[in-house]
């Protein structure tokens, strides 16, 4: 796809009031236009009342509600397949919990009516999660979706969630909860616009893993009704209001522009002089391998081998982790394959690594720090890849999570070679690192950096809490700078330096990524085809100059639309 100048965005630095066109935070490049179809709101949480049909009634008119959520729940999931499907189990299956149902039979025998006992229950157990913290307190905020399913069926209205017009429509929405978002058929729904969310809260990476044409965080979007007509921009993060002919003429033509360059063969990442940039994927099953490999990624970026684990009580014995990494390995023969070992913490906990409460998981034994101190486990994994590495021709790379200090760097990587493998590097994911990246990297063999973690240290800011997601923008010029810290420190030592965080798939920040010195991008592999085209637009020259532009803003917001202006002003 290529946008000629007058199709290109409106300018990006002009002021937008309440109206059209709204601006927001775009996922990926693609355009769309259609009626809106506005979202079913979820419903007021229920007063208190005393049953007047009797404990026996309200038992089974809440039995058969939470069956009918869970089973609808589990049918997703099975729809939805990939990370998704995840998801949506862990909800079925909250949904089933006994112990969540004798909390609901428990207020009912004391009286209540079944819509305040099931909202009475829903809510005690949402704060004993969230004081548990972790995996735990992420699955608290699916149970008010949980609850408002199970309300709906009670209340005999409109499940809250995504409408079905009969017709293809632009969904708006406050936000989607992952089981709206897992479902969504694309044939139907056009484009999402919500209100709320950021560019790395969970709408937006299930959006891009979709490949769906997507702006997250458009405030003034409240204001848009069922049956307006709409143009939605990702590449902008503008949405025009009741468009004219022209402006509709416009988003046609670039939207079958984009669908022929995506059936265009596939190319390496490149710059548009030329510079090669590796476009890699971010992989946590060896069976995403062939999809990757079919939208080009170029090899590996980031295998999470803790997704393998994430349910298991025991550590995995060595021939269970040699039979995964090879069937990865096998799928991307003589192309770079990177195997993180196990990130165990925080938002990734294993209960075999991590079995201590702590008040602050993120800043307490994750990443390598718990590898450390688990150093059986550290062996077996790294045993486990040796063994593997020595039955496949893929170019083995491994790198430890979580790297704060250059004597971690040191340990790690004389530990990864004393078992044969050859290239051993770190992620950067802590300020620390960044800012001493020359000294890491004279231990490592390459770095890569982690930009969700990066960002999350960098703004003091919980990637896992949405209230906190205005914070968690890799845009900001601190993460930028930090970024470019390690980018230098790469050419001075002559060390590759990759990103692997979700900034990578955006593909304006690739771009500047690559001007602060990212020598290869690892992402979802459904933005493969977006970060390629657009890095294709842009020379190293410009590339640096962008990041420049955006080091230069003082926030996120003006970085990116500072970069964005000079970006669609450039003539290709
Ligand atoms: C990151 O932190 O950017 C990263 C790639 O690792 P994860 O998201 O798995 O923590
Ligand atoms: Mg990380």
């Keep these: 796809m290529t946008i000629s100048p007058s199709e290109q965005p409106k300018d990006a630095s002009a002021t937008v009031g309440p109206a059209s066109p709204l601006r927001g935070v775009g996922i990926g490049l693609g355009v769309a236009q259609g009626p809106v179809v506005r979202m079913v709101e979820p419903a007021a949480a229920p007063e208190y009342a005393t049953s007047t049909l009797g404990a026996e009634a309200e038992y089974a008119r809440v039995r058969e509600a939470i069956t009918a959520v869970a089973d609808e729940l589990a049918a997703r999931a099975e729809a939805a397949g990939g990370a998704a499907q995840e998801v949506l189990e862990a909800q079925a299956m909250i949904a089933a919990d006994p112990t969540l149902l004798d909390e609901v039979d428990d207020r009912i025998n004391r009286g209540a009516i079944a819509e305040w006992a099931v909202y009475d229950a829903f809510a005690g157990f949402k704060a004993t999660l969230e004081a548990a913290g972790g995996y735990l307190g992420e699955r608290a905020a699916d149970l008010d979706d949980i609850f408002q399913r199970v ?34 058929d694309l044939d139907q729904v056009l484009a999402l616009v919500t209100i709320d969310g950021g560019p790395t809260s969970h709408t937006a990476i299930l959006a891009r893993e979709k490949g769906m044409v997507a702006i997250v965080g458009a405030a003034d979007a409240a204001a848009l009704n069922t049956g307006d007509t709409v143009i939605v921009d990702a590449a902008s993060g503008l949405v025009t209001v009741n468009p004219t002919d022209t402006e509709k003429a416009r988003a046609t033509r670039r939207s079958t522009a984009r669908l022929a360059s995506s059936e265009a063969p596939l190319a390496p990442g490149a710059l548009a002089d030329g510079t090669p940039v590796p476009l890699l994927a971010n992989l946590g099953k060896p069976t995403d391998a062939a999809a990757a490999v079919a939208l080009g990624a170029e090899g590996v970026g980031l295998f999470r081998t803790e997704f393998l684990f994430l349910s298991t009580a025991q550590a995995p014995t060595v021939a269970q982790q040699r039979e995964s990494y090879r069937a990865l390995l096998d799928a991307f023969p003589k192309r770079k394959v990177v195997v993180r ?97 020359d000294r890491v990297l004279a231990h ?129």
């Design 341 to 437: 070992l196990l990130d165990a913490g925080a938002d990734k906990p294993l209960p075999f690594l991590n079995d201590a409460h702590e008040e602050n998981p993120a800043l307490g034994l994750r990443g390598l720090r718990a590898l450390r101190a688990s150093n059986d486990i550290l062996r077996e994994q790294l045993t486990a890849l040796a063994e593997a590495d020595a039955t496949t021709d893929a170019d083995l790379w491994v790198m430890a999570p979580m790297v704060t200090t250059v004597e971690e760097t040191a340990y790690f990587t004389a530990l990864a070679r004393e078992f044969g493998l050859r290239t051993a590097g770190v992620m950067i994911e802590v300020p620390a690192s960044a800012l001493l990246a």
């Design 151 to 184: 309300l709906a069926r009670l209340q005999g209205v409109e499940v809250p969630g995504v409408p079905n017009p009969g017709h293809p429509f632009v969904l708006v929405a406050r936000d989607l909860a992952p089981a709206d978002t897992a479902i969504l």
């Design 444 to 572: 490592a063999d390459f770095a890569s950096i982690g930009t969700n973690d990066l960002t999350q240290y960098t703004m003091a800011a919980d990637r896992m809490l949405n209230s906190m997601a205005g914070f968690q923008d890799p845009w900001h010029p601190a993460v930028l700078r930090l970024v470019g810290e390690v980018g230098a420190a790469g050419v001075r030592t002559g060390k590759p330096v990759g990103i692997c965080g979700e900034a990578a798939a955006d593909p304006l920040l690739a771009v500047v990524l690559v001007g602060l010195g990212a020598t290869s991008l690892s992402m979802a592999p459904a933005a493969l085809a977006d970060v390629r085209h657009m890095l294709s637009r842009h020379t190293l020259d410009e590339a640096r100059n962008l990041a420049g532009i955006a080091l230069a803003a003082s926030d996120a917001a003006g970085a990116r639309q500072a970069a964005m202006a000079a970006a669609f002003a450039q003539p290709r």
